[in-house]
């Protein structure tokens, strides 16, 4: 109570009622019965989302409205060991709130809204980041506003076939590039991370002595799956992360370990199956699958939003058998499982068995044959336990992102190459960038860090221009640093970064040579005593002496 301190004996027919939060909020709350706002000095820098729109009837008073933006904005910043005194303000919040027909009626939408950032509270778990809370306080959020953010599971097998049909073709190549073993390292990561709604750690540290023993499976149907079990990944190491193959995908990714993977890895290269360029184990798949999905045109996904559609993370009630069904294909602990399906659902335990069914054969095998969790799992051993239509909800179709929510350098590419800059251009004002952002590509926040980044850019590219010119003006020989400073210098180009880019790039190159440079380069030469028995005079070159045919006669 020392960082929390409020009263929980309360007379709402006296004096206003005092709730004092603690130093993170800074606020100050005074309640009474008729629920006015005398005081609200609250902290709302932060607040996460916009008003529900129940809130735009005049019938609702404009205190109800700033009390929601308020319970909006808190959770994002709550210290986990505080979570218990919270949620105890906020039962007697409620309670008082209820107490009459006539308040309860008044104030059911905000009674609502308490509630869900009641369960909210519940579900923070202590030592989790202020980030993880924020983001777990938004999918909450998004669920009480009644914003869909599940995606069809049609649209995620959609996004690995097409990956499948851009990339696999590298599998039949001979000698495979950097960028190739990257595209097919996206297709595979794609099947593991959104087909099998796994992590990206699942990924990157599958061994190669575990996709070499997997559990084979076979259906009343004659279907064959191989599971693949992976030891390191997020959740507890005593569960596997399981990956279920079929015949076809178990041999591509062989063919991936015979074929490819020889000409890239080292020699102390680690032991993952997939590897990037350097023979390492890949450290990046989700950035890598989020441009190629840009690339190829297709929704943004990412592996959280594959395990929100097979049913991970959302708040559903399942019994006992199809708890236990979830957590077994998606190796979660049976601790976690209890944790996030709590509330009964009957729609959403549809939609799951649903999502899970699309993956599955028509014929399912009975519960008792499902492995134990201490052995492999596969995606065949998930009974269908309600056959229903899928009630998954359509996406719903968001706002135009910032530059931080898409891919930034394709962004950045794309301005870049609006302005045509040349050797002797400036280089377009911060301005001219901010308006071409937002007029031509729809990014209204475009802030000065990234226009900076802009602007660095097409000065290399003017950089680069003029290094060319320098260096094709000094054909023959390497010119002194005095050289190349007069000559940017003449021009008006100097610059450190231009001079670096000359002196870093200059070679010989084979354009016609200007005779009277040469005849001065020669001359010069000469005169430094570097070719004895050669003279110039009148631009001629003479011999003092008689050479042999063969002989050097130059250093």
């Known amino acids: ?232 990944h997020k959740t507890a190491s005593t569960q596997l992360a399981t990956v279920s193959f079929t015949e076809t995908e178990y041999e591509e990714v062989r063919k991936y370990i015979e074929k490819v993977r020889p000409s890239f890895a080292k020699i102390n290269s680690p032991t993952t199956v997939f590897i990037n360029r350097n023979g390492l184990k890949v450290h990046n798949p989700s950035s890598d699958l989020r441009s190629r999905q840009i690339e190829l045109g297709l929704r943004n996904i990412t592996s959280t939003d594959a395990r929100h559609s097979y049913g991970t993370l959302s708040a559903s009630k399942l019994g006992p058998e199809e708890r236990n069904a979830l957590a077994t294909y998606l190796a979660h602990s049976l601790s976690t499982a209890n944790a996030n399906y709590v509330n009964i659902t009957t729609d959403k335990i549809q939609a799951m068995v649903s999502a899970i069914t699309v993956l599955q054969d028509p014929d399912q095998p009975d519960l008792t044959n499902m492995p134990g969790p201490s052995t492999s799992r596969c995606i065949d051993a998930i009974p269908a336990t309600i056959d229903s239509p899928s009630t998954t909800k359509q996406p719903h179709v968001k706002k135009q992102p910032s530059p931080s929510q898409i891919d930034k350098e394709r962004l950045y590419k794309k301005i870049t190459e609006h302005f045509t800059i040349n050797e002797d251009d400036d280089i377009p004002k911060k301005w001219d960038i901010k308006i071409l952002a937002e007029n031509n590509f729809g990014c209204s926040n475009f802030d000065d860090k990234e226009v900076r980044r802009i602007r660095a850019r097409l000065d290399y590219i003017r950089n680069t221009k003029r290094s060319i010119q320098v260096i094709s003006y000094f054909p023959g020989i390497r010119p002194s640093d005095e050289e190349i400073n007069k000559y940017l210098t003449s021009k008006d180009w100097y610059n450190k970064d231009t001079f670096s880019m000359v002196v870093k790039n200059w070679t010989p190159i084979s354009s016609p040579y200007n005779i009277e440079r040469l005849k001065f380069i020669l001359g010069k030469c000469i005169k430094k005593q570097k070719w004895p028995g050669l003279v110039v005079q009148n631009g001629i070159l003479l011999s003092k002496v008689e050479f042999y045919t063969g002989q050097i006669v130059c250093d």
């Not at 993170?24 to 008003?51: E, G």
């Not at 059911?108 to 950032?117: D, P, Q």
Request: aromatic share 10%; glycine share 4%.
């Open 1 to 232: 109570m020392s960082k929390l301190g409020f009263y929980n004996k309360f007379d709402f027919n006296a004096t206003p009622i005092l709730i004092k939060f603690d130093r993170h909020l800074a606020t100050t709350l005074f309640i009474n019965k008729v629920l006015y706002r005398n005081q609200l000095v609250a902290n709302v820098n932060r607040v996460l989302y916009k008003l529900h729109p129940a809130y735009a009837n005049p019938d609702i008073l404009a205190d109800t409205a700033a009390l929601k933006k308020y319970f909006d904005s808190f959770p994002s910043c709550l210290a986990a060991s505080s979570k218990a005194n919270y949620i105890k303000a906020l039962n007697i919040f409620i309670g008082y709130c209820s107490q009459t027909s006539e308040v309860r009626e008044k104030y059911t939408k905000l009674i609502e809204s308490i509630g869900y950032i009641r369960e909210c509270l519940g579900s923070i778990r202590t030592g989790l980041a202020k980030s993880t809370s924020r983001r777990m306080a938004e999918r909450k959020a998004s669920q009480f506003r009644g914003d869909s953010i599940t995606i069809p599971i049609t649209e995620i097998l959609n996004c690995v076939d097409v990956l499948k049909d851009k990339y696999i073709k590298y599998l039949d190549r001979k000698h495979i590039h950097h960028m190739q073993l990257k595209s097919l390292n996206t297709y595979f990561n794609a099947v593991i991370t959104l087909k099998n709604a796994q992590r990206p750690s699942v990924f990157s540290n599958m061994q190669l002595h575990e996709f070499q023993s997997p559990v084979r499976t076979e259906t009343s149907t004659g279907a064959v799956r191989l599971s693949v079990g992976v030891v390191d």
